[in-house]
């Protein structure tokens, strides 16, 4: 019994050898491929080796090249750097020195202007105070020339009823005569008439007064008469041997009033007095 199992034991195996002498080829070709592989791999390594060694040292010298060239950099930056700090701290100083002295002029210019403004202020008070003084003095002038204004015009007022209204040389009732320089002033003032004052002296040529001519025929100072020749219209009417302060009449084509001439004084060859004029004039034809 021992003997059959043996042998099929040794059949069995010797049934397996061919297994196993595949399974042994199997190894072996997979231990010459591995071999073969590994040497490939080892080579392969190797070069990659060799490669990351020739990049690591150019790395390397790129690195210290560009590292230089950084270094060189950072050094040219930080002296450009120093170079602009300086600048600026000068500029700051020189900013700071402009900025002190521009401010000391700027103070001193309030300073000025600020005295300037004072002084102003000084001159406007006493200018308002000299003012109000003057306001002062016009209004005291105001209140003085209104008082003679008043007085004036009072004194006219008894001047106007002082005078008197008497009867012309042709017949006509004249209006107020004045017998002097106050007087005809108080008749201006009137305003019933225009008013024309004359000085005439004895000459054969007619003298004008407003817008009629006289001539001086005699001058009687110690009677207080005169003659005279009045050319108005182109026509000339003698008035003759006539009395101061008396109205000599006449017509000229303008008026419907006739004119007056009031002579007030009589001297040698000379005679002193007004012309009254209508206000009333028709336009010439």
């Given at each position: 019994?021992?003997?059959?199992?043996?042998?099929?034991?040794?059949?069995?195996?010797?049934?397996?050898l061919?297994?196993?002498?595949?399974?042994i080829?199997?190894?072996?070709?997979?231990?010459?491929?591995?071999?073969s592989?590994?040497?490939?791999?080892?080579?392969r390594?190797?070069?990659?080796?060799?490669?990351?060694?020739?990049?690591?040292?150019?790395?390397?010298?790129?690195?210290?090249?560009?590292?230089?060239?950084?270094?060189?950099?950072?050094?040219?930056?930080?002296?450009?750097?120093?170079?602009?700090?300086?600048?600026?701290?000068?500029?700051?100083?020189?900013?700071?020195?402009?900025?002190?002295?521009?401010?000391?002029?700027?103070?001193?210019?309030?300073?000025?202007?600020?005295q300037?403004?004072a002084?102003?202020?000084?001159?406007?008070?006493?200018?308002?105070?000299?003012?109000?003084?003057?306001?002062?003095?016009?209004?005291?002038?105001?209140?003085?020339?209104?008082?003679?204004?008043?007085?004036?015009?009072?004194?006219?007022?008894?001047?106007?009823?002082?005078?008197?209204?008497v009867?012309?040389?042709?017949g006509?009732?004249?209006?107020?005569i004045?017998?002097?320089?106050?007087?005809?002033?108080?008749?201006?003032?009137?305003?019933e008439?225009?008013?024309?004052e004359?000085?005439?002296?004895?000459?054969?040529?007619?003298?004008?007064?407003?817008t009629?001519?006289?001539?001086?025929?005699?001058a009687?100072?110690?009677?207080?008469?005169?003659?005279?020749?009045?050319?108005?219209?182109?026509?000339?009417?003698?008035?003759?041997?006539?009395?101061?302060?008396?109205?000599?009449?006449?017509?000229?084509?303008?008026?419907?009033?006739?004119?007056?001439?009031?002579?007030?004084?009589?001297?040698?060859?000379?005679?002193?007095?007004?012309?009254?004029?209508?206000?009333?004039?028709?336009?010439a034809?």
């Open positions: 019994m021992n003997n059959i199992d043996a042998q099929q034991e040794f059949h069995h195996r010797k049934s397996q061919p297994l196993i002498v595949a399974t080829a199997v190894l072996a070709a997979g231990d010459v491929y591995f071999f592989h590994t040497n490939k791999l080892e080579s390594l190797s070069q990659l080796e060799t490669s990351i060694h020739s990049d690591l040292s150019s790395m390397q010298e790129n690195w210290q090249s560009s590292a230089g060239a950084t270094q060189k950099t950072l050094e040219a930056l930080q002296a450009q750097l120093a170079d602009e700090r300086g600048q600026a701290a000068r500029a700051a100083t020189q900013a700071n020195r402009s900025a002190s002295r521009h401010a000391d002029e700027l103070a001193k210019k309030i300073e000025t202007e600020q300037q403004v002084t102003a202020l000084s001159e406007v008070k006493e200018s308002a105070s000299t003012a109000n003084e003057k306001v002062a003095d016009v209004i005291n002038h105001v209140s003085t020339v209104d008082t003679q204004v008043s007085q004036a015009r009072s004194d006219i007022d008894k001047t106007i009823a002082d005078l008197k209204s009867q012309g040389d042709m006509v009732q004249s209006g107020l004045a017998t002097n320089g106050k007087e005809l002033a108080a008749l201006r003032e009137l305003g008439r225009n008013y024309v004359f000085n005439v002296r004895k000459a054969n040529q007619p003298q004008r007064v407003g009629i001519s006289v001539i001086l025929r005699k009687d100072a110690k009677r207080n008469r005169y003659t005279v020749d009045v050319i108005a219209d182109d026509k000339k009417v003698e008035k003759k041997d006539r009395a101061i302060n008396e109205p000599v009449q006449f017509y000229v084509s303008r008026a419907h009033q006739p004119y007056e001439i009031v002579v007030n004084e009589v001297k040698k060859d000379q005679i002193v007095g007004y012309l009254a004029v209508p206000k009333v004039l028709t336009a034809r």
